[in-house]
């Protein structure tokens, strides 16, 4: 059936549960942007392909500016453009945006202090542009640890969806070691929307540490809801710079 694709890829390639603010990831960790400091990490181009149904993703931008020390502004939206245009259905689509406080609840490797880090994140689901205009909201619960040779993220979020369905969201992030220029990772994570599906997700990859204001990443993913498997490339860069 030619609408099961595209209600998968709204309702699953497009979580509406975990701010996307930390390339190539779904989940994040728990650090902020310092003060005065504006970090970009923007996805240029993205491939997804979900059954025979192949779409372009990208360019996707989540802009995190440093309010005030420990807590910073995140903003993201997400084009979809569609390779197997159907008649009657829209050939682009703005996805996945949110406007979102993230605040560091408990300073620790993160911030260069001791034992874990802790962070929250919420806020609104915005409207998107040719798909669901009503509104949802998200809060979260981000648990990381960096040692010398690995960092771990735990990601946990409870979202209220713009169709009004409740949605648990639980994750794990794994990367090499931090100082390394070109560094490993690995996310794990299931996803539970009820009144749909349940959505299995692995991603591997690499982020390579240009300097220490910009980083490039790429990253191959594979999923699964109900009994689909899909794939996904995802390719971009963080930037950062201090406006005061």
Not at 3 to 17: D, E, G, K, Q, R
Not at 42 to 54: A, C, E, I, S, T
Not at 69 to 92: A, F, K, N, T, Y
Request: glycine share 10%; charged share 20%; net charge negative.
């Amino acid at each position: 059936m030619r609408w099961v694709p595209n209600i998968a890829l709204t309702l699953i390639v497009f979580m509406p549960s975990v701010a996307f603010a930390y390339r190539p990831f779904d989940g994040t960790d728990a650090d902020v942007a310092p003060a005065g400091e504006f970090e970009l990490e923007y996805g240029p181009f993205g491939y997804v392909k979900l059954g025979r149904q192949r779409y372009f993703s990208g360019p996707a931008l989540v802009a995190n500016l440093g309010l005030f020390p420990r807590w910073e502004l995140v903003l993201q939206g997400h084009e979809l453009v569609s390779l197997d245009h159907q008649s009657g259905q829209p050939h682009s689509q703005l996805l996945d945006t949110g406007l979102f406080l993230k605040g560091v609840l408990r300073e620790g490797s993160l911030q260069n202090r001791e034992g874990l880090s802790v962070v929250t994140e919420f806020g609104p689901l915005l409207p998107t542009i040719h798909d669901n205009t009503n509104l949802g909201a998200t809060a979260s619960l981000i648990v990381s640890n960096r040692w010398k040779p690995m960092s771990v993220h735990f990601n946990t979020a409870a979202t209220l969806t713009r169709t009004h369905h409740a949605d648990l969201f639980c994750g794990a992030i794994l990367e090499g070691a931090y100082n390394w220029h070109l560094r490993p990772v690995a996310e794990l994570f299931i996803e539970r929307e009820f009144g749909g599906d349940r959505l299995y997700s692995a991603l591997t990859g690499v982020i390579w540490r240009a300097n220490p204001e910009l980083s490039f990443d790429f990253g191959l993913r594979a999923f699964r809801a109900d009994t689909a498997d899909s794939y996904e490339i995802r390719s971009g860069l963080t930037w950062a710079s201090q406006l005061w």
